[in-house]
């Protein structure tokens, strides 16, 4: 099968600049001079999916012999990470290590089958170690000064001993196609030196960009400090800190490819029409890939447009979300108009199989000056079957073969099958100048 890159080598590997295509219409009026400015403000989140779990039945708790199931997507590279208390400690959980359970093997094959022996005890570092077993007392003696994380691997720091903890835990992947996958965590305690309840738990999947997990430590991490809540599940199994927590960190992460910005006069946007199938000009090839050489090569062939910019980010080409402290990538064009004459833009949903951002309907009369935001739509191109946004195998950013499909360009609702985005003004802003 032939390599393909990911949509970041497609981005930054983008030569073309900027293209300009300017025709003489004979047009006598003055032309104006506006400058058209596009930004990422989308306020990114790391995690792509996270959630709570517990036992469904009269008791949330995971008695030994009981299951519970989590279901997820993800792409090449990404992994699913968990926390549940060893119910019979005073402050020990069991986590896989960092990053997490990975889903795929090197080569894009799905994991499937028994992965427990990637699951590990920890020692959440915060209270004094009895004795394991159901004589207990919570929430027991703290440390006089909390420690970090540690592994226990056979005995803690009281001599305690342990059995390992795949014959206590064992988890299993399932692949249920389409980049889902569903991750069983079942209590294989009892019997063993080490009969124990799992308490309810977290679990998290970070987002991958560039090759690199935002966040590769998205519960904890061995040799720091518990936080944001673990030491709540680490020493009662009360998920609800740590579980809000990770609510808060997860959400919508995706660059904007190049920008594709048209300048035309008497004719529809000719860029798309919603209801129509991809026209094989190019646009299949920025929805994809969030290259626009192909689309801007064409549309300067065509009547009744006048220029054709194609727009990369400064350092980054895409532009990348906000992050932190740190601003969402911004390109900016000087434009000439003159009367009559309408502005359309086009850039993809970097973390997806086929959406793209444009002008919606006719695009928006090039003489308005102030935020056009409420002009741009997000839409399907219809030509690649999805999968949850930043989390899909087949998806670019993740080297993956799109699975084609053949429907007509439609707007993508929100909420949608996968997931609720942010207005699009919140994600995507324009401003004409």
């Given at each position: 099968?032939?390599?393909?890159?990911?949509?970041?080598?497609?981005?930054?590997?983008?030569?073309?600049?900027?293209?300009a295509?300017?025709?003489?219409?004979?047009?006598?009026?003055?032309?104006?001079?506006p400058?058209?400015?596009?930004?990422n403000?989308?306020?990114?989140?790391?995690?792509?999916?996270?959630?709570?779990?517990?036992?469904?039945?009269?008791?949330?708790?995971?008695?030994?012999?009981?299951?519970?199931?989590?279901?997820f997507?993800?792409?090449?590279g990404?992994?699913?990470?968990?926390?549940?208390?060893?119910?019979?400690?005073?402050?020990?959980?069991?986590?896989?290590?960092?990053?997490?359970i990975?889903?795929?093997?090197?080569?894009?094959?799905?994991?499937?089958?028994?992965?427990?022996?990637?699951?590990?005890?920890?020692?959440?570092?915060?209270?004094?170690?009895?004795?394991?077993?159901?004589?207990?007392?919570?929430?027991?003696?703290?440390?006089?000064?909390?420690?970090?994380?540690?592994?226990?691997?056979?005995?803690?720091?009281?001599?305690?001993?342990?059995?390992?903890?795949p014959?206590?835990?064992?988890?299993?992947?399932?692949?249920?196609?389409?980049?889902?996958?569903?991750?069983?965590?079942?209590?294989?305690?009892?019997?063993?030196?080490?009969?124990?309840?799992?308490?309810?738990?977290?679990?998290?999947?970070?987002?991958?960009?560039?090759?690199?997990?935002?966040?590769?430590?998205?519960?904890?991490?061995?040799?720091?400090?518990?936080?944001?809540?673990?030491?709540?599940?680490?020493?009662?199994?009360?998920?609800?800190?740590?579980?809000?927590?990770?609510?808060?960190?997860?959400?919508?992460?995706?660059p904007?490819?190049?920008?594709?910005?048209?300048?035309?006069?008497?004719?529809?946007?000719?860029?798309?029409?919603?209801?129509?199938?991809d026209?094989?000009?190019?646009?299949?090839k920025?929805?994809?890939?969030?290259?626009?050489?192909?689309?801007?090569?064409?549309?300067?062939?065509?009547?009744?447009?006048?220029?054709?910019?194609?727009?990369?980010?400064?350092?980054?080409?895409?532009?990348?979300?906000?992050?932190?402290?740190?601003?969402?990538?911004?390109?900016?064009?000087?434009?000439s108009?003159?009367?009559?004459?309408?502005?359309?833009?086009?850039?993809?949903?970097?973390?997806?199989?086929?959406?793209?951002?444009?002008?919606?309907?006719?695009?928006?009369?090039?003489?308005?000056?102030?935020?056009?935001?409420?002009?741009?739509?997000?839409?399907?191109?219809?030509?690649?079957?999805?999968?949850?946004?930043?989390?899909?195998i087949?998806?670019?950013?993740?080297?993956?073969?799109p699975?084609?499909?053949?429907?007509?360009?439609?707007?993508?609702?929100?909420p949608?099958?996968?997931?609720t985005?942010?207005a699009?003004?919140?994600?995507?802003?324009?401003?004409?100048?």
């Open positions: 099968m032939k390599n393909k890159q990911p949509v970041w080598a497609s981005f930054l590997g983008i030569s073309l600049l900027a293209v295509c300017n025709k003489d219409d004979g047009d006598m009026n003055m032309p104006s001079s400058t058209i400015t596009i930004e403000v989308l306020d990114s989140r790391p995690l792509v999916e996270s959630g709570t779990f517990k036992n469904t039945g009269s008791s949330p708790v995971i008695m030994p012999g009981e299951s519970i199931s989590i279901r997507s993800a792409g090449k990404q992994a699913v990470s968990f926390a549940t208390m060893y119910g019979w400690s005073n402050d020990l959980f069991f986590a896989p290590d960092n990053p997490g990975k889903v795929y093997k090197d080569d894009g094959t799905p994991v499937e089958g028994d992965v427990s022996a990637q699951i590990k005890l920890w020692d959440n570092g915060t209270r004094i170690n009895q004795a394991p077993g159901a004589s207990v007392m919570h929430p027991g003696t703290a440390e006089t000064t909390a420690k970090n994380i540690t592994e226990v691997n056979g005995t803690d720091g009281q001599g305690n001993t342990y059995a390992p903890a014959s206590l835990m064992k988890a299993s992947l399932h692949y249920n196609g389409n980049s889902i996958f569903t991750l069983t965590i079942t209590n294989t305690s009892g019997g063993t030196s080490n009969p124990t309840p799992f308490s309810p738990g977290v679990w998290a999947v970070s987002y991958a960009a560039g090759g690199n997990l935002l966040s590769p430590n998205p519960l904890y991490e061995s040799g720091k400090p518990s936080a944001n809540g673990l030491t709540n599940i680490a020493e009662m199994g009360d998920n609800s800190v740590l579980g809000n927590y990770i609510q808060g960190q997860t959400g919508i992460f995706t904007l490819s190049p920008i594709l910005v048209v300048v035309y006069n008497g004719i529809d946007n000719p860029i798309y029409q919603t209801g129509e199938k026209r094989g000009q190019g646009l299949k920025l929805a994809q890939t969030g290259d626009a050489g192909e689309l801007a090569a064409y549309l300067k062939t065509v009547k009744g447009v006048k220029n054709v910019y194609v727009l990369p980010a400064p350092n980054t080409t895409v532009l990348l979300p906000k992050s932190g402290t740190q601003s969402g990538g911004k390109v900016s064009q000087q434009l108009i003159t009367s009559g004459d309408r502005i359309a833009i086009a850039t993809m949903y970097g973390l997806s199989n086929d959406w793209f951002f444009a002008s919606k309907g006719n695009g928006t009369d090039a003489s308005q000056t102030g935020d056009i935001s409420g002009s741009v739509g997000l839409f399907d191109d219809g030509t690649a079957v999805d999968q949850f946004p930043g989390a899909g087949s998806q670019a950013n993740f080297g993956g073969t699975q084609p499909e053949n429907k007509n360009i439609m707007e993508v609702p929100n949608n099958t996968f997931t985005l942010p699009i003004p919140n994600i995507i802003k324009v401003t004409l100048q």
